[in-house]
């Protein structure tokens, strides 16, 4: 099938790099080889395994957050082909459920804990509903930075979100797309100091599908867009104080799960590429521009960015 030209605006606002894209040229001005402090994969491995040579690491540990006594671990996880490009491939974050916590699986992949300042995004599509069983779980599919969360009211405690709620949450029924960026909390009983923005629309298949989403993170305020137009932008005391592992995953809201429902039902997240430049602030067409000459220069996956000083741990339980 012959696609269509369009320009690089058309892209950044279209969701970015969707399949008609390939035919826009990178500008001159953006290197093939990537520059230090680049951090980027478009998750081409053949295998959940081969992504632990790039630095991921698959969560496997029970516990917060979602369904208390669910399981996780590889097989939520997967890479498969894109059936809108070929020769694309995509990393797909499985979660289900039968109602009971021994039947719920739920998906997590993190990659080294070394992000701090700069600028975040990544190309995602996410579901309005189950690929298998009924609709109506209430679960949250995500894009976000985090540390490790030490103790309750951490004050080094560190996270930027994007949540995805297609049945709605946190007490609201309404989908929408919930951005955070968190100072600290405490798990039980529940206190957090957040500061979030809420954007109400479907951006599942029937909302066009594909999304584009990026955080600048620099000078005391870290502003969130979606496909090219900025949100929000947040800070105070909200801000990131210690180096963040890059994380997605896919989980169920505790008390949110169909009551009295047995049928398995499953829900899916998929992930074209991730993308970071440490300690620069992109606008989301140069961002569009740089995954561009990365893709035509045949960089998969490339990680220029220096572990933190000590190193730390990816803990990936969060």
């Known amino acids: 099938m012959k696609m269509r030209r369009l320009s690089l605006a058309a892209c950044v606002i279209a969701g970015s790099l969707l399949a008609g894209c390939a035919g826009v040229p ?25 992504l632990a040579a790039g630095g991921w690491t698959v969560r496997d540990k029970r516990g917060h957050p979602g369904i208390e006594g669910a399981g996780w671990g590889a097989g939520a996880l997967s890479l498969v082909d894109d059936p809108a490009q070929p020769g694309n491939r995509l990393l797909r974050l499985s979660a289900r459920t039968d109602g009971t916590p021994a039947g719920t699986t739920q998906a997590q992949l993190c990659h080294a804990r070394k992000y701090l300042e700069g600028t975040y ?23 976000y930075t985090v540390s490790p969360l030490r103790f309750p009211y951490d004050p080094q405690y560190s996270e930027l979100d994007w949540e995805y709620l297609p049945n709605g949450g946190w007490g609201d029924a309404r989908t929408r797309l919930y951005g955070v960026s968190w100072q600290t909390v405490r798990l039980d009983p529940w206190d957090a100091y957040n500061q979030p923005l809420q954007h ?39 801000y990131p104080v210690v180096p963040m592992a890059i ?27 991730v993308y970071h430049a440490r300690n620069r602030v992109m606008t989301p067409a140069e961002v569009a521009q740089a995954v561009q ?7 998969t996956a490339v990680d220029t960015v220096p572990a933190a000083e000590p190193p730390l741990t990816s803990t990936c339980d969060f």
Not at 27 to 44: L, Y
Not at 123 to 131: G, H, T
Not at 293 to 299: D, H, K
């Open 26 to 50: 990178a500008p001159a001005a953006v290197p093939a080889s990537p520059a230090a402090g680049v951090f980027f994969d478009d998750f081409s491995q053949p295998n959940v395994a081969a």
């Open 121 to 143: 995004a990544a190309r995602i599509r996410f579901s309005d509903a189950p690929v298998q069983g009924p609709d109506g779980d209430v679960l949250v599919q995500t894009f």
């Open 200 to 238: 109400f629309a479907a951006l599942g298949p029937s909302g066009g599908g594909w999304h584009v989403l990026m955080m600048q993170v620099a000078g005391g305020k870290s502003r969130f867009f979606l496909d090219g137009r900025q949100l929000d932008e947040h800070g105070g005391r909200n």
């Open 247 to 273: 994380a997605f995953s896919q989980w169920f809201v505790p008390a949110g799960q169909l009551a009295g429902v047995s049928a398995p039902r499953a829900y899916e997240e998929d992930v074209d590429w």
């Open 293 to 299: 000459a990365l893709r035509r220069a045949g960089q």
